[in-house]
């Protein structure tokens, strides 16, 4: 037996439709110099010019950004995350993911969560930018505060999460992914915190989750350069744990999760806390200040120029 | 020079040997699958039936469970376990080994010490379930006390120490094993924190010394699936130094401790401490909470109920 | 354009050469078992016996200890140590390298600083020893203090940081070369934190520094041990990050160096801080009693004895 969940984002909720292209171009920019990412972005651009935002924005609408099946045989939840084109996390996209998770710890049916992406070629592509660019600060806030919530559902959920990873995983991504107790990805594809290549820097909470999955020494080289692994370098790294094709990858997930759910339950969910707790109460315990500094780095006018000058410079790109 | 140490169980111990021989079974169940390790558990389960109690419960008090020889040439101490039928940890033993290292700590000629088992095939099959069984609550509490002095003694003392590991080592036997300063290990044994798959938890102090030897992620997959490692892959994983055959394992230790034994004494025991202080410190500080933890843990109805559950199983199994 | 810097030591710092010869001698003890090595040091031990003494203090005054250029187009600078003869450190070229990187940190041209030794086949020996022996209880403290602010000055810098490691590198050598952000080896050399095989305990913040680099159980081995690894050994074990050849060493870091500077340079220097941060504030926050710890620890009969023996020892080696 199958249970379907839909979650919704709440629509209401992108202003300014064309800039979240330009962001999802931003996010993307390591990637295009690969011909066929190149392609794919400019085709994503093509789909998305300002004539069809209203189109977008109905769509967006009436689609749900998570598909969620839990086969209730097994205890293994499928969760497919489909916010086009990208998997960018906003504020809205972050609290269904959250929500996701609450629900399915909530099954007593299901024991195993494994996380994939519904869109081509992109897990997820990190947070979206536009939360950031000239933001309401009530929301910047939130959208923190939302973030930080997700990654701590996520990370510290009794459920066993297995990370499907079958398309790019930058930034925000690849948190979502060394946040799972275990990462399969296909090839051809890359993963990392590649912050600094934007000028931001990762919050201390992505560092300490990649330094809970590489060891110290691979994560300074990895935050210090932004560095983007290829998925045979990741898997070379520990960054991820295994690889195979994009076609065997929800198999591969499934017999991985098996694995999981056989181990009495109760005790390797107590197994997994006691392994991540101190990284979560770093977080836990900092929480507030942790949103203040968010904001007031956002808010900084330098901050916003450089944004700013980033979007502009890709209108300009689009418009050649 | 030889000097010859020798620490007998106090024999009053084992009110119930055949509730001993299931538990042995219960911790060997991982290896049962093994076809000459199911010929050598029923060989056991063979020699100590309930009919030869009274012949068990003599050998015991008239046998000791350690011997310790003492090379005052080159400072090297070997100490070898024999808790028949596989070296499970209870009260007396554990008390036993730190008793032997406290001892030889005394001895100024005593600069090194390997561990090793005389019990063919185990090293050491772990904490003595039947101390959790339907305890003495006092005893209990002294159980507990007793395995985190023992620990702390290995862990911390100035000798060095080799884990020489010629049979199976789960659970505490792995504890052991990685609280010495290095490990050998012969192949086709099998090592590891296997808690979960018995649906307990490793303490977390069992977890900071599996951390500090195979890493963040390695411990995470190690505890969360109770990963019984083969020593080809417990070498792979870093959780062994080094592999030799089991003709060879006390040589290549002795070989080995000769280049502990060669630096500076005080320089190398102080460089042990720095290294440890902080994972045993942490346990220091909560000794008494970590032990509530754990009568409270096996005082639940729940988990007294799961260890009748698992004993009843095998008596069954045994009846067959 | 290049901009030239250079910080002569003091000179009237070194009272008695000729010990620092022995000393010299003593730190490469580890090193005398090859061959080409033992020539070199006896060629050393010839070119600097006591007639030439006067020749070479004078020669001390007039040289300098560092020499430091800044391509300022590519925002790189070289740093050369040339302390003869294996740069070891005493205070005032601690004092030296810690006033180089605060110079280049207030040059807004310079992003990246590539460490490499002027001195054949030593990149440093480490600490002077004879800063210990027999010592002015004021100037200990100083120079004790002089070495944590070079290393917190050098963990922490903003600038990027790659050792190029063109010769030995034993105990202080290799704190420097672990506190840069990437590590580049020529063959044929050791580096390593050897302090147990003189008898001493290396301080805790370089094991700090060593964990972060190998991680918690090579650390273990490589201080238990006082390891000095092959360069072919560091490269496995994470202690190098890249090994090429004496000739091509200072092309690779140049070009190593440029993938640093073209990252954002706050971004790249935030997310240094914030790996770095935790490990610094340790020592930062115990600053005054490890002073207090070094100097009693000198102060020693005992130490001091044993330090004395060593330097008689190597008196007698020289005059045979």
Not at 35 to 63: C, E, H, N, V
Not at 153 to 175: E, F, K, R, V, W
Not at 226 to 253: H, P, W
Request: proline share 4%; with cysteine; aromatic share 8%.
């Amino acid at each position: 037996m199958m249970t379907h969940y839909s979650f919704g984002v709440s629509g209401n909720l992108v202003k300014f439709p064309y800039r979240e292209i330009y962001y999802h171009t931003l996010l993307l920019e390591p990637f295009l110099q690969v011909p066929d990412i190149q392609i794919m972005a400019s085709s994503i651009l093509r789909r998305f010019l300002p004539r069809k935002t209203t189109w977008m924005y109905g769509q967006r609408m009436m689609s749900s950004t998570i598909d969620v099946s839990v086969d209730e045989q097994t205890g293994i939840a499928l969760m497919r995350m489909k916010r086009k084109p990208v998997n960018s996390l906003n504020l809205e996209f972050l609290q269904d993911i959250r929500n996701t998770i609450v629900t399915l710890e909530q099954n007593k049916k299901c024991k195993g969560l494994i996380l994939t992406s519904d869109v081509p070629k992109i897990f997820s592509a990190g947070i979206d930018i536009l939360e950031m660019y000239q933001p309401n600060e009530e929301r910047l806030n939130s959208f923190w505060r939302a973030l930080q919530d997700m990654w701590l559902q996520l990370y510290m959920t009794p459920l066993a999460t297995i990370a499907a990873i079958n398309g790019h995983s930058p930034a925000g991504g690849c948190l979502i992914s060394i946040s799972c107790d275990y990462r399969i990805m296909a090839p051809n594809y890359t993963i990392g915190l590649n912050e600094t290549l934007l000028g931001i820097v990762a919050p201390f909470w992505f560092k300490d989750a990649m330094c809970n999955t590489v060891g110290h020494r691979e994560a300074e080289i990895a935050l210090a350069l932004g560095k983007l692994y290829s998925t045979e370098e990741a898997l070379q790294k520990g960054l991820v744990d295994e690889v195979v094709t994009s076609e065997q990858i929800m198999e591969a997930a499934q017999k991985k999760m098996l694995e999981y759910v056989k181990i009495p339950n109760m005790a390797r969910a107590m197994s997994k806390q006691l392994m991540r707790q101190e990284t979560a109460d770093k977080l836990r315990s900092t929480q507030d200040s942790d949103v203040q500094n968010f904001v007031n780095f956002c808010l900084q006018d330098k901050v916003q120029q450089s944004l700013g000058f980033y979007l502009e410079q890709l209108k300009k790109r689009k418009s050649k």
